[in-house]
């Protein structure tokens, strides 16, 4: 492979990607993989941990989610967790072999009270020596600053799929507001976490799209999550047909081709996952994953089996810190 296949593009056209997607599938998978040894340690998995902080009564539509208020899932909201559940969860992720540990609330944006809250969560995971991840919603930039100065490693926030096709599935906020948002993490210097949700019903020329605004950012996301469609009953979203699971192989590698040095996550749907299709994610060019047996509010493969399978593929836990310089 080409010293080509190492540079770092952010003018990608969208024949370019679509291209990529029509490769027979060896090649495409031969040119990923490869684009990936160059960059990383390939037997090496980044592994985070999540933790809800808060749960449900979200008043954001999201067609998907089974936080908004909107959608009949039967979920139980909680209040913001006390900073000691926090730290017991981010010690058990720690121990069990996790480097970050991303918290996740149900907001449209926090409040300033609920800001400082959640600062006081990052300082103490953070005191434990752990990477840092939070997902809250739509920030001000002097949000995100305050945020930078507690010390946050990275800020989560999805641009969840195309911009075509983002309408029919969120009405309460728009794409432009998810691009600001990153807009003011990225300005305050935090690392910026987003990518997606395959299996929508998305076409193929929207994951394409989606890769497209991840890729022409000003700068790549650091982490690109790639989730498949977690389907809870309740949702509009519920009962829709499956991605085929090349399809969703094939994203990951596209990922991995036009943001050759992001990690590339293996975030939501694993458990509906074999382990030979998630290898093949791995071989493809993703190297992160959530562990520990829950997401936000629905399941993950048991930590059990997860180990069980990085044994059987010879795939070690990345140990360094990626936000270490
Ligand atoms: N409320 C905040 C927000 O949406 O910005 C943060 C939490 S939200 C649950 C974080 C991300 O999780 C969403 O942007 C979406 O990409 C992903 N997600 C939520 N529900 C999902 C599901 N059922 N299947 C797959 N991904 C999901
Ligand atoms: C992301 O892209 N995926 C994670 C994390 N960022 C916050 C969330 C997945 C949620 C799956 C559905 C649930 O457990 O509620
Ligand atoms: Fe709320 Fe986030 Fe769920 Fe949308 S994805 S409903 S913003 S918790």
Known sequence: MSNKSNIVRNDWKIEEIESLFQLPFNDLIYQSHSIHRNNFNHNEVQVSTLLSIKTGACPEDCSYCSQSSRNDTGLERERLLPIHEVVDAATLAKNNGATRFCMG?????????????????VEAVKALDMETCVTLGMLKPQQAEKLKASGLDYYNHNLDTSPEFYGSVITTRTYQERLDTLAHVRNAGINVCSGGILGMG???RDRARLLQELANL???????????LVQIKGTPLAGIDNLDPFEFIRTV???????????VRLSAGRTEMNDEM??????????????GERLLTTDNPE???????????????ETRKVSAP
């Open 253 to 263: 590698a596209v990922a991995r081709i036009i943001m050759p040095k992001a990690y």
């Open 105 to 121: 609330a149900a907001w449209r944006n926090p409040t300033e009270k609920s800001l400082d809250h959640v600062i006081q969560m």
């Open 202 to 204: 998305e076409t193929q």
């Open 303 to 317: 930590e059990s089996h997860d180990k069980q399978l990085f044994a059987r593929l010879g795939i070690q836990n």
């Open 278 to 291: 998630q290898s093949l994610c791995f071989f493809a060019g993703a190297n992160s994953m959530f562990y």
């Open 218 to 228: 000003p700068e790549h996301p650091g982490s690109v999550p790639i989730n498949d």
